[in-house]
Protein backbone atom coordinates (compact mmCIF):
# COMPACT_ATOMS: atom_id res chain seq x y z
CA UNK A 1 0.00 0.00 0.00
CA UNK A 2 1.59 3.18 -1.15
CA UNK A 3 0.97 6.59 1.14
CA UNK A 4 -0.28 9.44 -0.32
CA UNK A 5 1.94 12.39 0.06
CA UNK A 6 -0.44 15.29 1.21
CA UNK A 7 0.03 18.57 -1.74
CA UNK A 8 0.15 21.86 0.29
CA UNK A 9 -0.37 23.90 -3.83
CA UNK A 10 -4.03 22.14 -3.33
CA UNK A 11 -4.93 22.79 -0.25
CA UNK A 12 -3.51 26.78 -0.26
CA UNK A 13 -5.39 26.98 -3.68
CA UNK A 14 -8.79 25.98 -2.13
CA UNK A 15 -8.39 28.65 0.30
CA UNK A 16 -7.11 31.63 -1.32
CA UNK A 17 -10.32 30.70 -3.70
CA UNK A 18 -12.25 31.03 -1.00
CA UNK A 19 -10.83 34.12 0.32
CA UNK A 20 -10.95 36.17 -3.07
CA UNK A 21 -14.63 35.24 -3.50
CA UNK A 22 -15.34 36.78 0.44
CA UNK A 23 -13.09 39.46 -0.19
CA UNK A 24 -15.18 40.27 -3.38
CA UNK A 25 -18.15 39.92 -1.37
CA UNK A 26 -17.34 42.10 0.92
CA UNK A 27 -15.47 44.51 -1.80
CA UNK A 28 -18.95 45.27 -2.97
CA UNK A 29 -20.50 45.51 0.36
CA UNK A 30 -18.69 48.82 1.22
CA UNK A 31 -18.92 49.36 -2.30
CA UNK A 32 -23.23 48.96 -2.07
CA UNK A 33 -23.30 50.30 1.15
CA UNK A 34 -21.31 53.28 0.46
CA UNK A 35 -18.95 52.84 3.35
CA UNK A 36 -15.47 54.95 3.12
CA UNK A 37 -12.79 52.98 2.51
CA UNK A 38 -10.77 55.07 5.19
CA UNK A 39 -12.93 54.00 7.83
CA UNK A 40 -11.92 51.73 10.40
CA UNK A 41 -14.40 49.19 8.87
CA UNK A 42 -11.36 48.51 6.44
CA UNK A 43 -10.11 46.26 8.61
CA UNK A 44 -12.76 43.70 8.42
CA UNK A 45 -11.17 42.27 5.31
CA UNK A 46 -7.98 41.23 7.09
CA UNK A 47 -10.15 38.62 9.29
CA UNK A 48 -11.15 36.13 6.52
CA UNK A 49 -7.44 36.76 5.36
CA UNK A 50 -6.20 35.45 8.43
CA UNK A 51 -8.71 32.60 9.42
CA UNK A 52 -8.68 30.94 6.04
CA UNK A 53 -4.59 31.14 6.30
CA UNK A 54 -4.53 29.33 9.64
CA UNK A 55 -7.08 26.87 8.28
CA UNK A 56 -4.76 26.28 5.45
CA UNK A 57 -2.22 25.53 7.88
CA UNK A 58 -4.29 23.55 9.97
CA UNK A 59 -5.97 20.92 6.94
CA UNK A 60 -2.26 20.28 5.85
CA UNK A 61 -1.63 19.23 9.32
CA UNK A 62 -4.55 17.15 9.85
CA UNK A 63 -3.40 15.23 6.35
CA UNK A 64 0.09 15.13 7.61
CA UNK A 65 -1.17 12.85 11.08
CA UNK A 66 -1.18 15.91 13.49
CA UNK A 67 2.33 16.36 13.43
CA UNK A 68 3.91 19.38 11.33
CA UNK A 69 7.34 20.80 11.57
CA UNK A 70 7.90 25.03 11.17
CA UNK A 71 8.61 24.37 7.58
CA UNK A 72 5.69 22.23 6.24
CA UNK A 73 3.19 24.65 8.50
CA UNK A 74 5.07 28.07 6.93
CA UNK A 75 4.54 26.47 3.23
CA UNK A 76 0.74 26.25 2.55
CA UNK A 77 0.59 29.50 4.35
CA UNK A 78 2.73 31.16 2.11
CA UNK A 79 1.01 29.35 -0.83
CA UNK A 80 -2.34 30.61 0.11
CA UNK A 81 -0.71 34.17 0.37
CA UNK A 82 0.67 34.17 -3.00
CA UNK A 83 -2.30 32.82 -4.80
CA UNK A 84 -4.53 35.07 -2.94
CA UNK A 85 -2.38 37.78 -3.64
CA UNK A 86 -2.15 37.10 -7.13
CA UNK A 87 -5.95 36.24 -7.69
CA UNK A 88 -6.80 39.23 -5.63
CA UNK A 89 -4.50 41.74 -7.79
CA UNK A 90 -6.27 40.61 -10.56
CA UNK A 91 -9.68 41.40 -9.14
CA UNK A 92 -8.26 44.47 -8.48
CA UNK A 93 -7.17 45.22 -11.36
CA UNK A 94 -10.74 44.45 -13.07
CA UNK A 95 -12.37 46.43 -10.60
CA UNK A 96 -10.96 49.67 -10.68
CA UNK A 97 -10.30 49.65 -14.23
CA UNK A 98 -13.73 47.94 -15.82
CA UNK A 99 -15.80 47.01 -12.94
CA UNK A 100 -16.10 49.73 -10.96
CA UNK A 101 -14.15 52.53 -12.35
CA UNK A 102 -16.37 55.44 -10.16
CA UNK A 103 -14.34 53.55 -7.24
CA UNK A 104 -10.83 54.82 -8.75
CA UNK A 105 -12.41 58.67 -9.05
CA UNK A 106 -13.62 58.87 -5.45
CA UNK A 107 -10.23 57.92 -4.43
CA UNK A 108 -8.37 60.32 -6.37
CA UNK A 109 -10.60 62.53 -5.53
CA UNK A 110 -9.62 61.89 -1.94
CA UNK A 111 -6.16 61.72 -2.70
CA UNK A 112 -6.41 65.03 -4.76
CA UNK A 113 -8.05 66.93 -1.38
CA UNK A 114 -4.87 65.28 0.89
CA UNK A 115 -2.48 66.98 -1.82
CA UNK A 116 -3.98 70.28 -2.03
CA UNK A 117 -3.47 70.45 2.28
CA UNK A 118 0.11 69.01 1.74
CA UNK A 119 0.38 72.00 -0.25
CA UNK A 120 0.94 70.64 -4.07
CA UNK A 121 0.34 73.11 -6.40
CA UNK A 122 -2.57 72.79 -8.89
CA UNK A 123 -0.64 71.64 -11.89
CA UNK A 124 1.08 69.31 -9.61
CA UNK A 125 -2.03 67.61 -8.39
CA UNK A 126 -3.57 67.22 -11.83
CA UNK A 127 -0.39 65.78 -13.35
CA UNK A 128 -0.65 63.30 -10.41
CA UNK A 129 -4.51 62.30 -10.92
CA UNK A 130 -3.86 61.82 -14.85
CA UNK A 131 -0.85 59.70 -13.75
CA UNK A 132 -3.34 58.04 -11.06
CA UNK A 133 -6.35 57.57 -13.58
CA UNK A 134 -3.33 55.99 -16.25
CA UNK A 135 -2.12 53.92 -13.74
CA UNK A 136 -4.35 53.66 -10.94
CA UNK A 137 -5.99 49.50 -12.24
CA UNK A 138 -2.83 48.70 -12.53
CA UNK A 139 -0.93 49.85 -9.63
CA UNK A 140 -3.67 49.21 -7.15
CA UNK A 141 -3.40 45.51 -8.66
CA UNK A 142 0.22 45.10 -8.37
CA UNK A 143 0.34 46.92 -4.96
CA UNK A 144 -2.77 44.69 -3.54
CA UNK A 145 -0.72 41.36 -4.94
CA UNK A 146 2.62 42.15 -2.63
CA UNK A 147 1.00 43.60 0.31
CA UNK A 148 -1.02 40.14 0.36
CA UNK A 149 1.95 38.14 0.26
CA UNK A 150 4.25 40.05 2.38
CA UNK A 151 1.14 40.16 4.86
CA UNK A 152 0.42 36.59 4.33
CA UNK A 153 3.92 35.77 5.03
CA UNK A 154 3.96 37.65 8.64
CA UNK A 155 0.52 35.66 9.40
CA UNK A 156 1.97 32.43 8.12
CA UNK A 157 5.00 32.88 10.68
CA UNK A 158 2.81 33.49 13.49
CA UNK A 159 0.65 30.45 12.13
CA UNK A 160 3.50 27.83 11.74
CA UNK A 161 4.58 28.64 14.89
CA UNK A 162 1.58 27.98 16.88
CA UNK A 163 0.18 24.67 15.03
CA UNK A 164 3.70 23.44 15.13
CA UNK A 165 3.94 19.79 16.70
CA UNK A 166 6.83 17.78 15.75
CA UNK A 167 7.02 13.71 16.13
CA UNK A 168 8.97 12.76 19.47
CA UNK A 169 11.04 9.23 19.48
CA UNK A 170 7.48 8.39 21.58
CA UNK A 171 4.54 9.12 18.62
CA UNK A 172 4.66 6.22 16.15
CA UNK A 173 3.32 6.81 12.99
CA UNK A 174 -0.10 4.95 12.79
CA UNK A 175 1.23 1.81 10.80
CA UNK A 176 3.55 1.18 12.58
CA UNK A 177 2.22 0.79 16.34
CA UNK A 178 3.94 -1.60 18.31
CA UNK A 179 1.63 -4.56 19.28
CA UNK A 180 2.44 -4.89 22.58
CA UNK A 181 2.73 -2.37 25.34
CA UNK A 182 6.27 -3.77 26.33
CA UNK A 183 8.07 -3.12 22.64
Do not use: H
Request: proline share 5%.
Amino acid sequence: METVTPNPTKIATKWALIYVLVSIVITYTFQFLDIDQNSGAKWIGYLPFIAFCFLAQKEYKEQLGGFITFGQAFNPGFRYALFGGLLLGVFVFIYLGYLSPEMLVKGMEQQESQMAEKGMSQEQIDKAIEMGKKLGPMLGGVFTALSTLIFGCIVSLVGAAILKKERTAYDFPDDTQPTEPTV
